[in-house]
Nanobody
Framework: QVQLVESGGGLVQAGGSRRLSCAASGRTFRSYAMGWFRQAPGKEREFVAGCIWSGGSTKYADSVKGRFTISRDNAKNTVYLQMSSLKPEDTAVYYC???????????????????WGQGTQVTVSS
């Protein structure tokens, strides 16, 4: 059974940093695309960042480029989202998602992703 468990959310001041973790279990994710999405109240779920687990390719939304970094730890089967220079508009529930197997291109739409975590709240105060 595939499980994605996010952690690391919380309250942070504007300009601060936070690292989110997504612990993946239940199968080998080497040929999967892993994505981070977020959803603010009253808004649609939007793509934040993604990577292909076994490769070096990454993709970022324009709104977070240069501030957020996605990475992974193969030994821990965990994907991270390092967030820096946080802004109040980054406030949202952040979700980890997996699309695969055999994914070569990182989807930016939520639809292709088969597995989702429960989400973790990030609140950025001004």
């Amino acid at each position: 059974q595939v499980q994605l468990v996010e952690s690391g959310g919380g309250l942070v001041q504007a300009g601060g940093s936070r690292r989110l973790s997504c612990a993946a279990s239940g199968r080998t994710f080497r040929s999967y695309a892993m994505g981070w999405f977020r959803q603010a109240p009253g808004k649609e779920r939007e793509f934040v960042a993604g990577c292909i687990w076994s490769g070096g390719s990454t993709k970022y939304a324009d709104s977070v480029k240069g501030r957020f970094t996605i990475s992974r730890d193969n030994a821990k089967n965990t994907v991270y989202l390092q967030m820096s220079s946080l802004k109040p508009e980054d406030t949202a529930v952040y979700y980890c998602a997996a699309d695969g197997p055999g994914t070569l291109v990182i989807p930016t739409s939520p639809r292709p992703y088969d597995y989702w975590g429960q989400g973790t709240q990030v609140t950025v105060s001004s």
